[in-house]
C-alpha cells in the first residue's frame, strides 16, 4: 500500500525554525509534495521534490532522500501567520496518477 | 479573478434528500478533482476528470455521481445523503493528469449533514 507519516502536532516560537518531517511508504512515485492549509481555508501548494536533496523557496525549505523514504518541510524565521495545518503528499504513478496525502501536522506558532 | 470557485460554500441539509455541489475554473486546466476533507482532517481523493473524461475513480459509495460538461466544470451531485457524508469537499484544477502537476484548491463546501 501507500501510506505516509507525519507527527500531529508541532508548536514552535516566532522567528525560530521548525522541521516537520514525512516518512512514507509507497509502490512508485513522481515525488513529495507540500501544502499548507490555514483553519477554514483551501490547501495551497508550498514546494514540490522529485529529486533527492533540498529545494528552497523563501522562507520554507523541502527536502527529499528517496533512499529513506523520508521528506521534511522547513520552515525559517517563523511567523504567526505561519499557524497552519501542513501536508506532506505523495504524488504516485502507480495505478492512476495521484496525489495522496498524510494526515496532516499542526503547526502552532508561539509569540 | 477566482481561480476555483465552488457553490454551495456551506450546506446543510437532512438525511435522504439530494443535493449538488458546482465547481468552475478560469486557469485554462484540462484535469479536475474532488476531494474529500473529514473532521479529522484527512484529505482523500475521490474523483478526477480530464478534458472531460473519468481517470480516477476511488472507492466511494455510488451516491456520489461527478458529472463535467466541459473541461472548467465538474459537478458532485450526492444522492441520499448520510450522515457519514459530512465534511468539506474541495474542488482543485491542475494543468495535466500527472500527479506532480502543482494543483490547485477551490475554497471547499461544507456539507452538514442533520
Known amino acids: 500500500g501507500q501510506s505516509l507519516e507525519q507527527p500531529s502536532e508541532v508548536t514552535a516560537v516566532e522567528g525560530a525554525i521548525v522541521q516537520i518531517n514525512c516518512t512514507y511508504q509507497?509502490?512508485?512515485?513522481?515525488?513529495l509534495s507540500w501544502y499548507q492549509q490555514h483553519d477554514g481555508g483551501a490547501p495551497t501548494f508550498l514546494s514540490y521534490?522529485?529529486?533527492?536533496g533540498l529545494e528552497e523557496t523563501g522562507r520554507f525549505s523541502s527536502f527529499l532522500s528517496r533512499s529513506d523514504s523520508y521528506g521534511y518541510l522547513l520552515l525559517q524565521e517563523l511567523q504567526m501567520k505561519d499557524s497552519a495545518s501542513y501536508f506532506c503528499a505523495l504524488n504516485t504513478y502507480s495505478s492512476a496518477s495521484k496525489i495522496i496525502f498524510g494526515s496532516g501536522t499542526r503547526l502552532s506558532i508561539r509569540p | 479573478d477566482t481561480a476555483v470557485s465552488q457553490t454551495p460554500k456551506y450546506l446543510v441539509t437532512q438525511m435522504g434528500n439530494d443535493k449538488s455541489i458546482k465547481c468552475e475554473q478560469n486557469?485554462?486546466?484540462?484535469?479536475m478533482y474532488w476531494y474529500k476533507q473529514d473532521s479529522k482532517k484527512f484529505l482523500k481523493i475521490m474523483f478526477s476528470y480530464n478534458n472531460k473524461e473519468l481517470i480516477i475513480n476511488e472507492t466511494v459509495p455510488n451516491r456520489f455521481s461527478p458529472k463535467s460538461p466541459d473541461k472548467a466544470h465538474l459537478n458532485l451531485h450526492i444522492n441520499s445523503l448520510e450522515l457519514g457524508d459530512s465534511a468539506v469537499y474541495f474542488c482543485?484544477?491542475?494543468?495535466?493528469?500527472?500527479?506532480?502537476?502543482?494543483?490547485?484548491f477551490g475554497p471547499g463546501t461544507r456539507l452538514t449533514v442533520l
Open positions: 509507497t509502490s512508485g512515485f513522481y515525488g
Open positions: 482543485a484544477s491542475s494543468q495535466g493528469d500527472s500527479s506532480y502537476n502543482e494543483q490547485f
Open positions: 521534490n522529485g529529486l533527492d
Open positions: 486557469l485554462g486546466h484540462d484535469t
